[in-house]
T-cell receptor, first 110, second 112 residues
Framework: KNEVEQSPQNLTAQEGEFITINCSYS?????LHWLQQHPGGGIVSLFM???GKKKHGRLIATINIQEKHSSLHITASHPRDSAVYIC????????????FGKGTHLIIQP | DVKVTQSSRYLVKRTGEKVFLECVQD?????MFWYRQDPGLGLRLIYF???????EKGDIPEGYSVSREKKERFSLILESASTNQTSMYLC???????????FGPGTRLTVL
């Protein structure tokens, strides 16, 4: 079973700062997802990636398959970025759901 | 837009009651999932289904059962609710593995 570790667990930063959230996993995967969950809200998918890098607006996700590591970056952070960010991996074996990290609780202060 | 809906946002039940949580998706997705989310534990897979009437156990199926009689609807059943089943329950669906999953808004269940 894949083990997914995220760091940091909690992060408070000032508006405008560059944010990095890290995710590492123990077993080779088919795909990695970054998800966002606002307080009281549902979960939305930000990225799905299996190699390289993806960018959407101020969000950038990278993955290094050899090192079993991914990062989510937020440039020019804004208070509306405050949310829980969850890394999830699909290993392709056994149960076909995702294996989730415990999430990173991000607070951006004005 | 894909829409995944869940029957209730908040639910309060008593110990021993039978509880039904329903999930409906409108994009003809083959795969549907039930997760529970608990502080400090993250999201954990309870059951999933890859076709009508098909189901597979996830990581924590004990105390739960599921039903998928129609492609768009996936129900989670707590046969006899217990206090340790108090949690946030999230439904998700997708078309192909390992494609992006679309999540419902969640049902916060409290068992007294």
């Amino acid at each position: 079973k894949n083990e997914v570790e995220q760091s940091p667990q909690n992060l408070t930063a000032q508006e405008g700062e560059f944010i990095t959230i890290n995710c590492s996993y123990s077993v080779g995967i088919s795909a990695l997802h970054w998800l966002q969950q606002h307080p009281g809200g549902g979960i939305v998918s930000l990225f799905m990636l299996s190699s390289g890098k993806k960018k959407h607006g101020r969000l950038i996700a990278t993955i290094n398959i050899q090192e079993k590591h991914s990062s989510l970056h937020i440039t020019a952070s804004h208070p509306r970025d405050s949310a829980v960010y969850i890394c999830a991996v699909f290993s392709g074996g056994g149960a076909d759901g995702l294996t989730f990290g415990k999430g990173t609780h991000l607070i951006i202060q004005p | 837009d894909v829409k995944v809906t869940q029957s209730s946002r908040y639910l309060v039940k008593r110990t021993g009651e039978k509880v039904f949580l329903e999930c409906v998706q409108d994009m003809d997705h083959e795969n549907m999932f039930w997760y529970r989310q608990d502080p400090g534990l993250g999201l954990r897979l309870i059951y999933f289904s890859y076709d009508v009437k098909m189901k597979e156990k996830g990581d924590i199926p004990e105390g739960y059962s599921v039903s998928r009689e129609k492609k768009e609807r996936f129900s989670l059943i707590l046969e006899s609710a217990s206090t340790n089943q108090t949690s946030m329950y999230l439904c998700a669906s997708n078309r192909w593995r390992p494609n992006e999953q679309f999540f419902g808004p969640g049902t916060r269940l409290t068992v007294l």
